[in-house]
């Protein structure tokens, strides 16, 4: 079974910090890893995917994540953290099937103070 | 703005009660699914529709069925509702159904019983 863990509920870090938010999944096959960002009463807004490739990948608003097989892993990082990334952000993995449905982890808060 | 449109935004209704979410796709995008957000569930996948046809089932209950339409819009039906139904219930919907695509989520819809 598919399953995704995001091992912190929080995380805080001070404006202008790197950040990194943690993911790690469990999947048979080779997967396909997505993170979004929830901000307060609002949707989930795609932020990256990995489908295959390079291990780093970039995506919006200046974050990027980086993937690792051998400890499948997929954490979510920025070098310079802004006070408006402070959200709930959610690791996604979908199996590489004919449905599209993703398996999130339980999220994690990313608060960034000034 | 995601161009996935839920309505309503929210809803406020009794124990046993019958209620209909709408979720209209981004245009072009023929898979539409519905999630269920809750602070002890986290983000569920609830099911799966593309073009028209049952595509995947996740943790849906037997109270609750969807369906999608000719245009492609989807509709969640929730019956005999309980207080623990409260919750966001989110549409997305992506162009296909295969793995690699990303999903673009409404905003959701508010649902408490009450």
């Known amino acids: 079974a598919q399953s995704v863990a995001q091992p912190e509920d929080q995380v805080n870090v001070a404006e202008g910090n790197p950040l990194t938010v943690k993911c790690t999944y469990s999947?048979?096959?080779?997967?396909?890893l997505f993170w979004y960002v929830q901000y307060p009463n609002r949707g989930l807004q795609f932020l990256l995917k990995?489908?295959?490739?390079?291990?780093l990948v970039k995506g919006s608003y200046g974050f990027e994540a980086e993937f690792n097989k051998s400890q499948t892993s997929f954490h979510l990082k920025k070098p310079s953290a802004l006070v408006s990334d402070s959200a709930l952000y959610f690791c996604?993995?979908?199996?590489?099937?004919?449905?599209?449905?993703?398996?999130f982890g339980q999220g994690t808060t990313l608060q960034v103070k000034p | 703005d995601s161009g996935v449109t839920q309505t309503p935004k929210h809803l406020i209704t009794a124990t046993g009660q019958r209620v209909t979410l709408r979720c209209s796709p981004r245009?072009?995008?023929?898979?539409v699914y519905w999630y269920q957000q809750s602070l002890d569930q986290g983000l569920q996948f609830l099911i799966q529709y593309y073009n028209g046809e049952e595509r995947a089932k996740g943790n849906i209950l037997e109270r609750f069925s969807a369906q999608q339409f000719p245009d492609l819009h989807s509709e969640l039906n929730l019956s005999s509702l309980e207080l623990g139904d409260s919750a966001l219930y989110f549409c997305?919907?992506?162009?296909?159904?295969?793995?690699?695509?990303?999903?673009?989520f409404g905003q959701g819809t508010r649902l408490t019983v009450v």
């Open positions: 996604a993995v979908r199996a590489p099937s004919n449905t599209g449905k993703l398996i």
């Open positions: 245009s072009g995008d023929l898979s």
């Open positions: 997305a919907s992506s162009v296909a159904t295969q793995g690699t695509t990303e999903a673009f």
């Open positions: 990995y489908i295959t490739g390079d291990n």
């Open positions: 999947v048979s096959g080779n997967p396909y």
